[in-house]
């Protein structure tokens, strides 16, 4: 079965620094990994995806991704965070091989700090 | 703006009721996916269909069903709703295998 942590719910930081948000996932095959951010009372956003390929992914509105297969994870950064950045961002997989549904984390709730 | 469309955007009902939600998908888009999302259970798949006919199905109730129409867009219908059916239901679409899903704004059901 696939599964998807986000080990942290909140994560805070002050504007200008960089941001890490952390996933680790479980799939039985190959995975296809994706993040989503979550603004307030909208839907979610995809953000980026790694499939196959290069390692570091880079997605919308200078975030990156770093897909590390020895220890399944895919830990979104972001060098220099600001305000606007601050919602929900979830984590997701799904196994290559098989017909299966995205799984998502529960989510991880960014707050960036003037 | 994704491109994913969903009506309406606010329902308030009774429980014991039944409502339909509905979703457009993107333009060229066959999957359509339906999750529910709420605070204590996070985003939950619910079911998926492509190109009409079911692919996967998730955590979904007896009491709902879903359907793809012949123009691609689809229906969540709820029956006999409870008070823990109050969420936001979200639909999303995609075009195949390591597709990206869209998701649209969602329908937030509040259920009295």
């Known amino acids: 079965a696939q599964s998807v942590a986000q080990p942290e719910d909140q994560v805070n930081v002050a504007e200008g620094n960089p941001l890490t948000v952390k996933c680790t996932y479980s799939?039985?095959?190959?995975?296809?990994l994706f993040w989503y951010v979550q603004y307030p009372n909208r839907g979610l956003q995809f953000l980026l995806k790694?499939?196959?390929?290069?390692?570091l992914v880079k997605g919308s509105y200078g975030f990156e991704a770093e897909f590390n297969k020895s220890q399944t994870s895919f830990h979104l950064k972001k060098p220099s965070a600001i305000v606007s950045d601050s919602a929900l961002y979830f984590c997701?997989?799904?196994?290559?091989?098989?017909?299966?549904?995205?799984?998502f984390g529960k989510g991880t709730r960014l707050s960036v700090i003037a | 703006d994704s491109g994913v469309t969903q009506t309406p955007k606010h329902l308030i009902t009774a429980t014991g009721q039944r409502v339909t939600l509905r979703c457009s998908p993107r333009?060229?888009?066959?999957?359509v996916y339906w999750y529910q999302q709420s605070l204590d259970q996070g985003l939950q798949f619910l079911i998926q269909?492509?190109?009409?006919?079911?692919?996967a199905k998730g955590n979904i109730l007896e009491r709902f069903s879903a359907q793809q129409f012949p123009d691609l867009h689809s229906e969540l219908n709820l029956s006999s709703l409870e008070l823990g059916d109050s969420a936001l239901y979200f639909c999303?679409?995609?075009?195949?295998?390591?597709?990206?899903?869209?998701f649209g704004p969602g329908t937030r059901l509040l259920v009295l």
């Open positions: 997701a997989v799904r196994d290559v091989s098989g017909n299966t549904p995205l799984v």
């Open positions: 790694y499939i196959t390929g290069d390692n």
């Open positions: 269909y492509y190109n009409g006919e079911e692919r």
């Open positions: 333009s060229g888009d066959l999957s």
């Open positions: 999303a679409s995609g075009t195949g295998r390591g597709e990206t899903q869209y």
């Open positions: 799939v039985s095959g190959n995975p296809y």
